[in-house]
């Protein structure tokens, strides 16, 4: 007998789609992992088991971003919205600045975190464009004086995208990468940090991904909480205290998911072929449905669209919903509709989306 599983059109902004092949492994190894008798969840941390699965996601993620030798890889807790208190804890020293660019809501939470320990300036912005576009690379105010420069390479809730990041020589680079690790190749070492919540193309929440280069982490300031110290973390090799286990075992996972198929290239070409299934639906609409992002900023992970006419967009979001499709409401902040096209969310799905938008304005125009 064959059982067919049933997956949905999932489109949720994370957490979000994992690889089906990654949740079966996870399923037929939950009670018993590796003829230990325990489920993962159930391992000491302290065991040879557990470092196996730990040490080898390190391992996988420097391989797949070809991580430099001087970073260190490390999995905390407290999601991407920790990072945000963390970063000036640790590197704003007193008197001194940091440069932000705002991209949209999680730049400014980043930025609001930032004024209690600092002053936070802003080093470019595109609020007033109601954040639809990245900055212009001549836009942007490097201050080397600051203690870095934060920004957001993929913005969730308004769809944009950088696609080429600012070089800013000795001044260390941060980005909030949340919404776009892994999604395609990149050069770690123009950054003095990346972090990332793992809830989108990493696994399940609850671990977050941080790749910080040891020279920086060197300079952190050494009066704040253990727990909040990045040296705390690096020295332990992330097992200071009790990791979220069973989150890094997914994680480590859904890195081989990557290498399997056939790693970041890979990965980036598929996500370019699934994002323009649903571009090209909005630019041949004839204004039936608009973008919210610049052509030249648009993400390749959160496509942000309206439907021109608002009674209309309220029956396209409850048509999708009828139809199958998961999780095409905007952000409650902005509406509108959003389709997360992450990693694991596969191609026909959104080449289903793309056939279900032009079915409906056949429909309705
Ligand atoms: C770009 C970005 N940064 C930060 C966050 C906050 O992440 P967390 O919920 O892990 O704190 C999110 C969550 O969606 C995000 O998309």
Redesign the pocket.
Same mark, same amino acid.
């Given at each position: 007998m064959t059982v067919t599983t049933k997956r949905a059109f999932n489109f949720n902004?994370?957490p979000s789609a994992l690889p089906l092949e990654v949740l079966q492994k996870a399923q037929a190894e939950l009670v018993d992992f590796k003829g230990t008798g325990m489920s993962v969840m159930e391992l000491s941390h302290r065991s040879a088991e557990f470092e196996g699965v730990h040490n080898e996601a390190i391992a996988n993620l420097r391989e797949l971003y070809d991580i430099p030798e001087n970073y260190e890889v490390l999995f905390l807790q407290? +999601?991407?919205?920790?990072q945000f208190s963390m970063i000036p804890m640790n590197f704003v020293k007193e008197g001194q600045k940091a440069s932000y660019i705002q991209t949209g809501a999680?730049s400014e939470?980043a930025f609001a975190e930032a004024k209690l320990f600092g002053t936070p300036v802003e080093a470019a912005s595109s609020k007033s464009n109601n954040y639809k576009n990245i900055p212009a690379l001549s836009e942007i105010q490097i201050d080397e004086e600051a203690a870095y420069l934060h920004l957001?390479s993929?913005?969730?809730?308004f769809g944009t995208q950088w696609k080429t990041f600012p070089t800013t020589g000795d001044l260390p680079l941060i980005a909030?990468m949340?919404?776009d690790i892994l999604s395609k190749k990149i050069d770690v070492s123009n950054f003095a940090m990346i972090y990332a +919540?793992a809830?989108?193309n990493l696994g399940p929440?609850g671990v977050?991904v941080v790749i910080i280069r040891k020279e920086f982490l060197e300079k952190a300031n050494s009066n704040i909480p253990t727990m909040l110290k990045y040296a705390t973390h690096s020295k332990n090799n992330s097992l200071y205290n009790t990791p979220p286990t069973f989150g890094i075992y997914m994680l480590g996972e859904v890195l081989k998911w990557v290498k399997a198929e056939g790693g970041l290239e890979a990965i980036e070409q598929r996500n370019e072929e699934k994002a323009k299934y649903i571009y090209d639906v909005i630019d041949n609409s004839n204004g039936f449905y608009y973008g919210h992002a610049t052509e030249d900023s648009r993400s390749l992970m959160n496509i942000t669209f309206r439907v021109a006419d608002e009674e209309l967009e309220k029956k396209f979001l409850a048509e999708a919903k009828t139809a199958g499709f998961v999780g095409l409401n905007g952000h409650r902040s902005v509406g509108g509709c959003r389709a997360s096209t992450y990693n694991a969310v596969p191609l026909e799905t959104c080449k289903a989306l793309a056939d279900f938008m032009v079915k409906f304005q056949q429909d309705n125009q």
């Amino acid at each position: 007998m064959t059982v067919t599983t049933k997956r949905a059109f999932n489109f949720n902004a994370g957490p979000s789609a994992l690889p089906l092949e990654v949740l079966q492994k996870a399923q037929a190894e939950l009670v018993d992992f590796k003829g230990t008798g325990m489920s993962v969840m159930e391992l000491s941390h302290r065991s040879a088991e557990f470092e196996g699965v730990h040490n080898e996601a390190i391992a996988n993620l420097r391989e797949l971003y070809d991580i430099p030798e001087n970073y260190e890889v490390l999995f905390l807790q407290g +999601g991407a919205s920790l990072q945000f208190s963390m970063i000036p804890m640790n590197f704003v020293k007193e008197g001194q600045k940091a440069s932000y660019i705002q991209t949209g809501a999680w730049s400014e939470k980043a930025f609001a975190e930032a004024k209690l320990f600092g002053t936070p300036v802003e080093a470019a912005s595109s609020k007033s464009n109601n954040y639809k576009n990245i900055p212009a690379l001549s836009e942007i105010q490097i201050d080397e004086e600051a203690a870095y420069l934060h920004l957001t390479s993929n913005n969730t809730i308004f769809g944009t995208q950088w696609k080429t990041f600012p070089t800013t020589g000795d001044l260390p680079l941060i980005a909030d990468m949340s919404s776009d690790i892994l999604s395609k190749k990149i050069d770690v070492s123009n950054f003095a940090m990346i972090y990332a +919540g793992a809830q989108k193309n990493l696994g399940p929440s609850g671990v977050t991904v941080v790749i910080i280069r040891k020279e920086f982490l060197e300079k952190a300031n050494s009066n704040i909480p253990t727990m909040l110290k990045y040296a705390t973390h690096s020295k332990n090799n992330s097992l200071y205290n009790t990791p979220p286990t069973f989150g890094i075992y997914m994680l480590g996972e859904v890195l081989k998911w990557v290498k399997a198929e056939g790693g970041l290239e890979a990965i980036e070409q598929r996500n370019e072929e699934k994002a323009k299934y649903i571009y090209d639906v909005i630019d041949n609409s004839n204004g039936f449905y608009y973008g919210h992002a610049t052509e030249d900023s648009r993400s390749l992970m959160n496509i942000t669209f309206r439907v021109a006419d608002e009674e209309l967009e309220k029956k396209f979001l409850a048509e999708a919903k009828t139809a199958g499709f998961v999780g095409l409401n905007g952000h409650r902040s902005v509406g509108g509709c959003r389709a997360s096209t992450y990693n694991a969310v596969p191609l026909e799905t959104c080449k289903a989306l793309a056939d279900f938008m032009v079915k409906f304005q056949q429909d309705n125009q």
